[in-house]
């Protein structure tokens, strides 16, 4: 070449053909990428620079290009195959799952107990009131006291119904004062329960004096016959409204043989759950055991007798103390608050509630325990003198309780024996000599643990279930 062209480019190719060595022709078209060679004095050696231009993107096959292969045997195949596949993977996975549902253990329904079981009650009397919070006056604030004390929810007044006029408070007391408790109560969530109505009713009662209401009564008797629907309904009228209304929500029947009465309060507790309210039965005085012949072996055929049942157990520890031994009664308390049953603790003076409280309290912070609510009871023995049970449920902590009667022997309780209760344990509570310890108690030995004269311990342990 005899001069070298500057500024020479190879544009994009067009539609003309290329001639090629073999004297065929190419056609040139815009799908490929265009090349440029351009030259300049920049950079100064002259060296060429070379442009190459942006493919067209691939965009994929046509509808028209696929439905050539629609009918391909190859792909019908292949399609079936996917097909059936994803399907039976489908069904596989559905069987998989019905087959773990039907063989994985059942979950046992978790039970509860009602707000008129859970809590222990303490009784409070507006005729004989306590100066719980020490203010020199007594109202309803000591009400309020005296249940925060205690680690309690629930206030027993007893007999409030007048015998005779059941819409009215007993007159034995003054109603503005009960009023007052009352209110009081309401205002800070506790429950207040008083006794049923009295299965023998006085015969200076409204209902025995109405001839229109003669049917509530068994013939020739001034018995309320309880198998009557008609009685039912008044005294649902009556303790879902009136006494509902006052804050009356829990009612206690005596322990009775009386079959009709134990139906009845059966049906109207079922009556009074649209309005929170209670009634129920078993109150069993403990008055009958705590006497100068008290002994272990009576307390644990007392506490076996009612293992089965749901119990309310009325207490009263200072009474007891008139006739035993102070340490006893309070090793009474401590395993009474830990057995299925609702303690209600009657009788306490301003000395004995200050005195005993922190005993009360911590038993009561127990009892919210749900092995403690619902948990299975399990005795077990060492000696004639001690009285020793465990508290188990699968999957919450469990709890095992000894208390030593005698006022000289010490001995081994062993646990193990008893379904559920593994090696070890922790001390969460101690009880020597009236004397309450609750902290840095260490662990025990659950096959030999030891305690001395009037000594009762609460250990906290995980089933082995």
């Known amino acids: 070449m005899s001069e070298e062209k500057k500024g020479v480019t190879n544009g994009p190719a067009n539609s003309e053909m290329a001639p090629q060595e073999d004297g065929t022709k190419v056609p040139l078209t815009n799908d490929e990428a265009e090349v440029k060679f351009t030259s300049s004095n920049n950079p100064p050696n002259g060296d060429a620079k070379i442009d190459v231009g942006t493919a067209q993107p691939f965009s994929g096959l046509s509808k028209e290009d696929l439905m050539k292969y629609a009918d391909d045997p190859f792909w019908v195949r292949l399609r079936w195959i996917l097909f059936i596949l994803f399907w039976a993977g489908w069904v596989a996975m559905l069987v998989l799952a019905i087959v773990i549902i039907v063989q994985a253990p059942r979950c046992e329904a978790k039970k509860t107990l009602d707000w008129v079981q859970e809590s222990a009650m303490v009784q409070y009397d507006v005729n004989k009131p306590i100066d719980a919070d020490g203010s020199g006056d007594t109202d309803s604030k000591d009400v309020i006291k005296m249940a925060s004390d205690l680690g309690m929810t629930t206030v027993y007044m007893k007999d409030l119904i007048d015998p005779l006029d059941f819409s009215k408070i007993n007159g034995v007391y003054v109603e503005e004062d009960v009023k007052d408790v009352l209110k009081g109560a309401k205002e800070a969530n506790l429950h207040v329960v008083t006794d049923f109505v009295p299965a023998e009713v006085d015969t200076g009662n409204s209902w025995y004096l109405n001839a229109s209401l003669s049917d509530f009564f068994i013939e020739g008797t001034n018995f309320l016959n309880f198998s009557n629907p ?114 209600i603790v009657n009788g306490l003076d301003e000395a ?34 001690v009285v020793a049970y465990a508290r188990v449920l699968k999957g919450t902590p469990g709890y095992a309780v000894a208390v030593n009667l005698h006022s000289d022997n010490s001995t081994l309780v062993n646990f193990t024996s008893i379904e559920g209760v593994p090696e070890k344990g922790i001390n969460q509570l101690k009880l020597l000599n009236a004397t309450l310890l609750s902290e840095d108690l260490g662990s025990s030995k659950l096959d030999a643990v030891p305690l001395g004269p009037y000594e009762g311990i609460v250990i906290e342990f995980v089933p082995d279930l």
């Not at 029947?253 to 139906?263: G, K």
């Not at 911590?362 to 077990?380: I, L, P, W």
């Open 230 to 343: 008609n009685l039912l309904n008044a005294l649902d009228d009556l303790l879902s409204g009136t006494w509902n209304d006052m804050g009356i929500q829990g009612f206690l029947v005596p322990d009775t043989d009386d079959q009709a009465l134990t139906n009845a309060s059966i049906t109207l507790n079922e009556e009074l759950q649209d309005v929170d309210g209670a009634v129920v039965d078993g109150m069993t005085d403990m008055s009958s055991i705590l006497n100068s012949q008290f002994d272990a072996q009576k307390y644990q055929a007392f506490l076996e007798e009612h293992i089965d049942d749901w119990s309310y157990f009325e207490y009263n520890p200072k009474q007891a103390e008139s006739v035993i031994d102070s340490s006893i009664v309070q090793l009474i308390t401590l395993s009474v608050f830990m057995v299925p049953g609702t303690p």
């Open 352 to 385: 004995y509630f200050s005195d005993n409280s922190l005993l009360m309290k911590a038993m009561s912070e127990f009892r919210e325990k749900e092995s403690v609510q619902v948990g299975n009871m399990t005795f077990t023995n060492s000696s004639e003198d």
